[in-house]
């Protein structure tokens, strides 16, 4: 511990000079466009780290297989988060009007598409004015064999300190969990890549979390997860396959989303976007996919087929009886005993299906009309009521509506109906039990500048998708109903104005809710850019009803959360500042407050060198008035944290190209608190007020 200590202790040191030496710098052009559009999308939601963490794996698989834009169809523009029908048919009608583009930049003259938008869809867009033979005949082919790019990525997180369970931490301190986590503390993966342009990709993966065993205790393979897949695109009139792990959504989700779900504040520019994609899961993370076969097949140029096939093992906690499930987990760890007990303890095998017709671009009044069908079975069966007497527990009651039994399934019908200004497009869905759930949009452009949105929805608290998801006050597609209003205004085109509001009713009982409740959210974001700077303002206020126990009786209360935040930018070819400040109130049966104050800058020259560094000072009143924050962290991780109580947060990391085929990353994070002497609790509990971690990321391509 002593050493752990001195390491942490100089760690601080050197981090504290470096952050004077850089305040002044600035944030670089080495973060991909995608990676700020997606930060402005979690920022003005309310999405957990979860969510953040399987959006930014989708986004940088796309990234990784991006579409020519010459080539590209409806449906391949839909696989874009952000991308709604109006942007996807200007592109189309500009590429019918004059032609195939000649380079990306072209698209700023679309009136739909501004440069903002511009670079955020240049990452998954590529120019190729090719033709001829395609790319799996013979003499093509030999082109895309010489043509193969290897790559792979090895990375590992190191902490300077102990965790209870460790067990290097001696029980002699009068710690009990001395010696829970199998495995040791450090955090590292694996992944490899095998690449033949866009068309043909390979990608293996293997990692494991801190305190997880490694070729030991139940992790005989070595790594606690592994992910694999092999990807063809446009393979005849195959537009995609994927062998292995996946991900998939139909429609608006209503039957089918694995990958993430657009927000309230992001919804503003995807209002009418069906989706029906299939995109691989590559990631270190167990989180919800699929295992199987995926395909996407042209059964005509206007009529889409999309099916797959999926059995895997997945993790669940199982009812007092052993035998029956109490509820599934998609996002496990594996470090104790207890956790490798409920490791693949359920076998989970899915189908689905889903014709999609689009009618031509070339109609003035153009429509697309999808079916679909989601089956799911378990060889266990689902019992989330359970009690130990084998009748509905009273602290489950909440769930008396969730997925009972083995076998589930989902009928779907997503439709959209479109001309130059209306846009209207919807889901309606059925489960097994006869219960509907209906998803219906309207974006109304009335002038360039300006645009309305609405978004109606009914779930019943009868209706469930096991692998359901879609726009939602809650969580998931049950026990809601809602109107969700909003508005874009461009007085000018460097000022934006935009805001929402959404008010949903939830019949049955919720989570710490014993009755029939409501809530409100309301949002106004404004925008002024001008050359280098970005300005924003956002105000934010978001009700809820809850149970509130006064005099030993519950009754419902309405418990509300204020946030203002303001957020000012400078970037510029090689260099970007970003000042961030945020406060909140909370107000319940007692009012709490919290703020947030950050400072992001990077740095990159000689087109090899990168220096980022973040710095932040938080202050809440308790865990409710908790603040969010962003950093940037090595390839394919993301990090989007929560504080609370008073402290600081900072970070500071490195990029060098050491040559154009290998690159080197390290960070150093460091997060210090001033009114606790403990962090985090159970196994996990830190004895100390700080807490170091050390990344380091190797990545060589060949």
């Known amino acids: 511990m002593t050493i752990l200590h001195n390491i942490s202790r100089y760690l601080n040191i050197a981090l504290t000079i470096l952050l004077l030496q850089f305040a002044h710098c600035a944030l670089a052009a080495d973060t991909a466009p995608w990676e700020e559009y997606l930060h402005d999308m979690f920022e003005n939601s309310d999405e957990g780290a979860a969510d953040y963490e399987a959006a930014f794996e989708q986004l940088t698989e796309l990234a990784q297989c991006p579409l020519n834009i010459n080539k590209a169809e409806v449906a391949d523009f839909l696989q874009i988060p952000g991308m709604n029908l109006n942007i996807i048919n200007d592109i189309l009608e500009y590429r019918e009007r004059y032609g195939n583009f000649k380079t990306l930049s072209e698209m700023v003259l679309i009136p739909s598409v501004d440069e903002r938008l511009q670079r955020y869809l240049s990452c998954f867009l590529y120019v190729e004015n090719t033709q001829g033979e395609p790319w799996y005949s013979k003499k093509q082919l030999k082109k895309s064999l010489s043509s193969l790019q290897h790559t792979v990525i090895a990375t590992v997180t190191i902490p300077t300190y102990y965790r209870a369970g460790d067990r290097g931490l001696a029980a002699a301190t009068g710690n009990k969990y001395a010696g829970a986590f199998l495995g040791d503390p450090l955090k590292h993966s694996l992944r490899y890549q095998l690449k033949s342009r866009n068309n043909v990709t390979f990608n293996l993966t293997g990692g494991k979390t801190a305190a997880e065993p490694f070729f030991s205790k139940g992790n005989t393979l070595g790594y606690d997860t592994y992910s694999f897949n092999l990807i063809f695109n446009n393979l005849g009139r195959f537009r995609r396959i994927i062998i292995g792990h996946f991900r998939a959504q139909y429609g608006m989700g209503l039957s089918l989303n694995t990958a993430f779900t657009m927000g309230k504040q992001s919804m503003l520019s995807s209002v009418g976007r069906l989706t029906n994609a299939f995109t ?14 995926a395909v996407s097949y042209d059964l005509s140029p206007r009529l889409q087929l999309s099916s797959f096939v999926s059995c895997q093992y997945v993790d669940a906690t199982l009812c007092a009886d052993t035998i029956t499930v109490s509820s599934l987990l998609y996002s496990p760890q594996h470090r104790t005993i207890a956790e490798m007990k409920r490791k693949h303890n359920t076998v989970q095998t899915d189908v689905g299906v889903h014709l999609r017709h689009t009618s031509s671009v070339a109609r003035k009044t153009q429509w697309l009309l999808g079916l679909s069908l989601v089956g799911t079975t378990f060889n266990r069966t689902l019992n989330p009521t359970y009690g130990k007497a084998d009748t509905i527990s009273s602290s489950r009651l909440y769930r008396l509506y969730n997925p009972h039994g083995r076998s589930f399934y989902n009928v779907a019908v997503d439709y959209t109906l479109r001309n130059r200004t209306v846009t209207l497009s919807g889901e309606t869905a059925i489960n097994d039990k006869g219960a509907v759930a209906t998803l219906n949009t309207a974006l109304w452009r009335i002038r360039e500048d300006l645009s309305l949105s609405l978004v109606q929805r009914y779930y019943s608290y009868r209706y469930y998708a096991i692998h359901g998801s879609a726009f939602s006050s809650g969580s998931g597609v049950q026990n809601e109903s809602g109107i969700y209003l909003a508005a874009q205004y461009h007085p000018l085109n460097s000022f934006t104005i935009e805001g929402y509001t959404d008010i949903a009713y939830y ?51 309405w418990r509300t959360d204020q946030r203002l935040r303001t957020i000012a930018v400078y970037n510029s070819e090689h260099l970007m500042l970003k000042t961030q400040a945020e406060v909140c109130r909370l107000s319940f049966d007692s009012s709490s ?8 800058a990077e740095y990159s020259f000689l087109e090899r060198f990168n220096a980022y560094v973040m710095a932040a000072y938080f202050a809440t009143d308790d865990y409710d008035s908790r603040m969010y924050a962003h950093e940037r962290t090595t390839l394919y991780s993301s990090t989007l944290s929560s504080y ?17 085929r290998l690159m080197a990353m390290v960070k150093a994070g460091h997060t210090r608190y001033f009114n606790r002497n403990t962090i985090s609790s159970g196994e996990r509990t830190i004895f100390s007020n700080r807490q170091t971690d050390i990344d380091l990321q190797l990545k060589f391509r060949f």
């Not at 407050?593 to 992001?600: C, D, H, R």
Request: net charge positive; aromatic share 14%; hydrophobic share 30%.
């Open 644 to 660: 609370y109580g008073k402290g600081i947060r900072i970070a500071l990391m490195f990029r060098y190209n050491i040559t154009e």
């Open 507 to 557: 019949p049955w009982l919720k989570y710490r809710i014993s009755g029939s409740s409501y809530s409100w959210d309301n949002c106004i974001t404004a925008t002024y850019s001008q050359r280098k700077w970005t300005f924003s303002l956002r105000y934010r206020a978001n009700s809820r009803q809850r149970d509130l126990t006064i005099d030993g009786r519950k009754q419902m209360a």
């Open 280 to 293: 691989p899961h590559s990631s270190a993370g167990d989180s919800k996919h699929f295992q199987g076969v």
């Open 593 to 600: 407050a919290g703020f947030i104050i950050s400072q992001q």
